[in-house]
């Protein structure tokens, strides 16, 4: 029998990151994956990080994704002096272009980051034409957010794991849940094929496949897979910041590779990507920085956004339990929501009081809408 205080199942990065709060707060904690942790969305994403958030009009949103995005620096400090990895987190700024050329849209925008006292720059035509000399873009408007942030995925969730380890969160990679014993409203055992599981408190953190999850423990949890598709390429010089237009945009790694991401497809979990969405992302690229039509495809992948009905996480006590919570739904900010996601739910779990008002993103707002429904 595994004994802990908290049992995490789930390790991506909400699971990581709630794992690392609550182990420096004392509390002993398991994880377990699955598969191997940190291989699904929390790696496929390409690691942008925004200063906060304007297109959800939600507070408690826009309220916890300017908590996270001040939060990175501190975390990617202490996850190298832990691990000794260099996650890449740089604030490299982000040009953001009007989706179809609207003057109106930019300024709307710029009013709603200016509202909340994120630094945002207008650019005209002149600004965009000395953007850099291998940009191209017939847009008269844009602007330019110089706190946006990056990380490398792939790094940051390897970091987080390191760092766990050292710690001494116990890993437990590739288990299958195969029974979940409940008493009294209370998760007791967790039975997978090797091992049983015994925790205080129950942590579900399973991304995009926690409506599945959720089934173990008979509630409904409706988060939704979203697929996102990316490509990546190798350009001989960088450009130095991100570019956004709409849902798509091109990240810069230090080392030349370029992102250039994504789709949003209702497909459930397929992950056969078709090489027709390839070919309409690289033009996006190529549209932006023309090089990028000479280029080859380095690789191309997808991941699973998780998302709920109203596009905002689940965050907090499952109803009906009494040691059963939920970290999820991030929808297309996860990665960069982690550092705060995870410290509002160690925060929960110990009793403090926390960062930022839960209410929003209670999970129990799923029920009363199920009852409310039922009711009609
Ligand atoms: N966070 C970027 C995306 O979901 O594509």
Same mark, same amino acid.
């Given at each position: 029998m595994i004994t802990s205080d908290v049992l995490i199942i789930g390790g991506g990065a909400i699971g990581l990151t709630t794992a690392y709060e609550l182990i420096r707060r004392g509390h002993s904690v398991a994880v377990i994956d699955r598969q191997a942790v940190g291989c699904e969305s929390s790696w496929a994403g390409a690691g942008m990080i925004p *200063? %906060? =958030?304007?297109? &959800? =009009?939600?507070?408690s949103y826009r309220k916890i994704a300017q908590l996270s995005s001040g939060l990175w620096a501190e975390l990617a400090e202490s996850l190298r002096a832990y691990s000794n990895i260099d996650i890449e987190y740089r604030t490299c700024g982000a040009l953001v272009l009007p989706e179809d050329q609207k003057i109106a849209t930019t300024q709307s925008e710029v009013e709603l980051w200016q509202q909340q006292k994120i630094p945002v720059k207008r650019l005209n035509r002149e600004d965009l034409n000395s953007f850099h000399p291998k940009f191209n873009s017939p847009a008269v408007e844009a602007y330019f957010l110089p706190t946006q942030a990056q990380v490398r995925n792939p790094r940051y969730v390897n970091a987080l794991k390191v760092t766990c380890e050292q710690l001494g969160v116990q890993f437990y990679q590739h288990e299958q849940i195969r029974e979940i014993k409940i008493q009294h409203g209370q998760v007791a055992d967790i039975l997978t094929d090797t091992e049983t599981f015994n925790?205080?408190?129950?942590?579900?953190?399973? %991304?995009?496949?926690?409506s599945q999850f959720a089934d173990w423990f008979e509630v409904s949890i409706p988060v939704e897979p979203i697929r996102g598709q990316i490509v990546l390429v190798k350009l001989s010089e960088v450009f130095p910041s991100i570019i956004e237009r709409g849902k798509c945009y091109l990240v810069p790694r230090a080392d030349g590779r370029v992102l250039i991401g994504a789709t949003e497809e209702l497909v459930g979990f397929d992950r056969d990507c078709e090489a027709e969405t390839v070919k309409r992302l690289l033009a996006f690229g190529a549209e932006l920085i023309p090089e990028i039509g000479d280029l080859q495809v380095e690789k191309s992948w997808c991941g699973f956004r998780p998302v709920t009905p109203d596009h &905002? *996480?689940?965050i907090g006590f499952? *109803? %009906?339990?009494e040691n059963l919570l939920v970290n999820s739904g991030h929808y297309r900010a996860g990665l960069s929501l982690s550092p705060a996601s995870g410290l509002v739910m160690a925060q929960l779990i110990c009793g403090e009081t926390t960062e930022l008002n839960l209410e929003d993103f209670d999970p129990e707002r799923f029920h009363l809408e199920i009852s409310s429904n039922e009711m009609l």
């Open positions: *200063p %906060g =958030e304007i297109h &959800l =009009e939600n507070s925790a205080s408190q129950i942590v579900i953190a399973t %991304g995009a496949w926690t &905002l *996480p689940v499952v *109803p %009906g339990y």
